[in-house]
């Protein structure tokens, strides 16, 4: 029996600078989609997939971030006596068990490879799953469970993968497929955002991830790769040259990208589309502003 995965790391430290100033005094994970932190998202994608031990990297100035997976009691209480349960019910979806999250610090910025790193001891010898909380996934089967299901079949290492414009591959990490099996594609090389004509094709590696433990060996031998930083994509790339399988998975679903502004914009519009109390407003909004458009052409 393949080792069940129930460990995940939530890289959580990076400065957001893309977001200033909001991001001078609110860490961006805490940045409201909706009504609902950006980590709230990764959170419940990760628990339907079965994760119960939550690991978060974080850094400098991410004490909201802490606080905010804290019970609230005086505010339970406060709703309780007011009788609104429908309130409590969502704080209630927000409670973490005693003992399922733990904080590690990255105390320098040497990238995402070094932050997985850095949860190395709270992993072990176990398979385990990343989550950048940046990218938002939409999705009727959240897209880390679609990936656990798979990874049951195959074992290895699996990140999630979409095809993108080719003329923005160089803002992703990129595969090199060996055999493309439609949903799954066997891959025999990794390189992290490319130059724009060294690309090795268009299927972009998304912030989903499911790790053999070896990666976290690879990741102590890494060199600084691309930006002058450690990159995971260079560790799970290492896999490939050690013979152990690294599978990328086309996820079903909608992916944003809420480390741009742009991305966290559409993922408003989207979210709150799909939303019965917002719907119509929101839809009506959008028509009106639309057709304001074209009459000013
Ligand atoms: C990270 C990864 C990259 C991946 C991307 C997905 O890059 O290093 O391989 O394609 O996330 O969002 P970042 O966007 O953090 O620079």
Redesign the pocket.
């Known amino acids: 029996m393949r080792n069940k995965v129930t460990k995940a790391i939530f890289p959580v430290a990076g400065l957001g600078t893309r977001f200033l100033p909001a991001t001078k005094s609110v860490p961006k994970e805490i940045m409201t989609l909706v009504d609902r932190p950006l980590i709230q998202y990764a959170i419940d994608e990760a628990r339907a997939a079965g994760i119960k031990e939550f690991i978060f990297v974080t850094s400098r100035g991410k004490g909201a971030l802490e606080d905010y997976f804290d019970h609230a009691p005086t505010l339970e209480q406060e709703l309780r006596k007011k009788g609104k349960d429908d309130l409590l019910e969502i704080l209630k979806n927000t409670n973490m068990e005693s003992g399922a999250i733990a904080y590690i610090r990255q105390h320098k910025a040497l990238g995402?490879g070094h932050a997985v790193w850095c949860a190395r001891r709270l992993i072990g010898n176990e398979p385990f799953a990343v989550i950048?909380p940046?990218?938002v996934i939409a999705a009727e089967k959240p897209c880390l469970q679609q990936m656990v299901e798979a990874y049951e079949e195959t074992g290895g290492n699996m990140v999630a993968a979409m095809e993108v414009p080719p003329e923005r591959a160089s803002?992703?990490?990129v595969l090199d497929v060996q055999e493309d099996m439609g949903a799954m594609v066997r891959v025999k090389g990794m390189v992290?955002?490319p130059k724009a004509d060294e690309a090795p094709s268009n299927l972009?590696?998304?912030?989903r991830y499911i790790l053999n433990p070896k990666v976290l060996g690879n990741l102590n031998r890494m060199k600084s790769g691309t930006g002058g930083e450690i990159?995971?994509?260079d560790a799970i790339a290492d896999e490939i040259a050690q013979d152990r399988a690294v599978y990328g998975y086309r996820f079903r679903g909608q992916r944003f990208?809420c480390?741009s502004k742009a991305g966290f914009l559409q993922a408003t519009v989207a979210f709150g589309l799909s939303r019965d109390e917002l719907k119509d407003d929101l839809y009506r909004y959008l028509q009106e502003i639309v057709t304001v458009g074209k009459a000013a052409q």
């Open positions: 995402l950048l940046d990218d803002a992703y990490g992290e955002k972009a590696v998304i912030g990159q995971l994509t990208d480390g």
